[in-house]
T-cell receptor, first 111, second 113 residues
Framework: DAKTTQPTSMDCAEGRAANLPCNHS???????VYWYRQIHSQGPQYIIH???NNETNEMASLIITEDRKSSTLILPHATLRDTAVYYC????????????FGSGTKLNVKP | EAGVAQSPRYKIIEKRQSVAFWCNPISGHATLYWYQQILGQGPKLLIQ????????DSQLPKDRFSAERLKGVDSTLKIQPAKLEDSAVYLC???????????FGPGTRLTVL
């Protein structure tokens, strides 16, 4: 029932920007895009979320296309500690709809 | 602020045995979630509580799984009897309210032999 499509894995050189794409072509008007990541043997960690405007916080930037059918999570200067599985999730806020995590993208940051 | 606490961290049991997991959410968080994560897959929501009431348990195998959140704080998830396919990490998460950022605990890794 996942509503998003992500590449299975990506590589990124340490210090470079990591750009993780996500397709959500069936997103509806009241659904937000969330990003979480899961470092090995830990629980998932919230990164960022947005509705239609680009968002930035201390961890990452979220770029959502104008038609909202896709988005990109940007880690501006990837470090080895950013190696993790990144999950893109769409969900309507303030209701009880489930979070569908899908299989995510395994980001490998290499020295 | 203390994070979400879970115990035990690891559990090994034989099939048909019973097991229980405990979760203590972040203080003041009204919403509590239990997820099952099978190796190589993303977490799957089993049950969601709002205070001490269940708001979604549609993916909970109710013939063998049960969960409760007495007094709207701590929660326990029980499996009875366990099957081999229940081997997974069981994650507990909490949030201030529905739709807010979810904070996850470290999980309990269950191995059923």
């Amino acid at each position: 029932d996942a509503k998003t499509t992500q590449p299975t894995s990506m590589d990124c050189a340490e210090g470079r920007a990591a750009n993780l794409p996500c397709n959500h072509s069936t997103i509806s008007g009241n659904e937000y895009v969330y990003w979480y990541r899961q470092i090995h043997s830990q629980g998932p960690q919230y990164i960022i979320h947005g509705l239609k405007n680009n968002e930035t916080n201390e961890m990452a930037s979220l770029i959502i296309t104008e038609d909202r059918k896709s988005s990109t999570l940007i880690l501006p200067h990837a470090t080895l500690r950013d190696t993790a599985v990144y999950y893109c999730i769409v969900r309507a806020i303030y209701n009880f709809n489930k979070f569908y995590f899908g299989s995510g993208t395994k980001l490998n940051v290499k020295p | 602020e203390a994070g979400v606490a879970q115990s035990p961290r690891y559990k090994i049991i034989e099939k048909r045995q019973s097991v229980a997991f405990w979760c203590n959410p972040i203080s003041g968080h009204a919403t509590l979630y239990w997820y099952q994560q099978i190796l190589g897959q993303g977490p799957k929501l089993l049950i969601q509580f709002q205070n001490n009431g269940v708001v979604d348990d549609s993916q909970l195998p109710k013939d063998r799984f049960s969960a409760e959140r007495l007094k709207g704080v701590d929660s326990t998830l029980k499996i009875q009897p366990a099957k081999l396919e229940d081997s997974a990490v069981y994650l507990c998460a909490s949030s201030r309210e529905v739709g807010a950022e979810q904070f996850f605990g470290p999980g309990t890794r269950l191995t059923v032999l």
